[in-house]
């Protein structure tokens, strides 16, 4: 009997362990991003630093450290890639105020890039020359200016999503006000240029969706990046605006 339940202890401290180990929040899987960013700092200066000493003496020992070390830090590159797509695959699984096919679309993004980052550790592992590093490193840079442009296109469609949560809250109590403010003229004339805000910043989000959404690789995604921003910054602006309205026009009808 007394074995039997020590089975049992030892199985469950076994699945405990297990379960520990995959639920990696996503502090942790940040704190493994920035050891692996701290990681891939070291093998690049190690990399450099035998470039350097091969310039030197341009001998066939030398070279191969050169190849050695440049296929670490490419490798070092790649984890660093990894941990930061794990961190924010956990970060979007963890936030409940995205919509489910928000974060889905989020998801499917990451995987595609995690599957981007093995198939690179399997070129770069083929590496015999420092032409072959050459082209792996270009390579690389494509494939990372790809993921910027779909991690860019779903932070900016998160911030739509706040932003017309936003929007629909500010023209919700701008209504409600509204009822309340029937016979008054001054606090009704407050609250129709709340309502003009209220649209203007209903374009300007609108606009930025259709800026992030033309986020592509190869294409202006940076460019498209920036011009979705602008549009929330001036809807933003527009918000605060008709919340003044807003207040004015509550302040006016509670004297």
Request: charged share 25%; glycine share 2%; no cysteine.
């Amino acid at each position: 009997m007394k074995k039997q339940i020590l089975t049992i202890l030892m199985i469950s401290l076994f699945i405990f362990q297990i379960v520990s180990i995959s639920a990696l929040t996503a502090l942790e899987a940040k704190q493994d991003w920035l050891d692996a960013k701290q990681e891939s700092l070291s093998a690049q200066l190690t990399y450099r630093n035998a470039r350097a000493a091969y310039l030197t003496d341009r001998t066939p020992e030398k070279e191969q450290i050169v190849i050695n070390t440049g296929k670490d830090a490419l490798n070092a590159a790649l984890d660093e890639a990894e941990t930061w797509l794990i961190w924010k695959k956990i970060e979007a699984q963890e936030n409940n105020e995205i919509p489910s096919d928000l974060k889905q679309t989020i998801l499917n993004d990451i995987e595609k890039n995690l599957n981007k980052i093995d198939e690179l550790r399997t070129k770069v592992e083929e590496i015999d020359t420092q032409i072959e590093l050459g082209i792996v490193f270009l390579e690389m840079a494509g494939k990372y200016f790809e993921l910027l442009s779909d991690v860019a296109k779903d932070h900016g469609l998160i911030w739509i999503y706040i932003a017309e949560k936003r929007v629909a809250t500010i023209e919700q109590y701008e209504e409600d006000l509204r009822e309340a403010a029937q016979g008054n003229s001054e606090a009704t004339a407050k609250l129709d240029q709340a309502k003009i805000y209220i649209e203007e910043a209903k374009t300007n989000v609108n606009s930025a969706e259709i800026a992030y959404n033309a986020i592509t690789y190869p294409g202006t995604p940076l460019i498209k990046f920036s011009e979705g921003n602008n549009y929330l910054r001036a809807a933003r602006l527009k918000m605060i605006n008709a919340v003044q309205e807003i207040k004015s026009a509550h302040a006016l009808l509670i004297k």
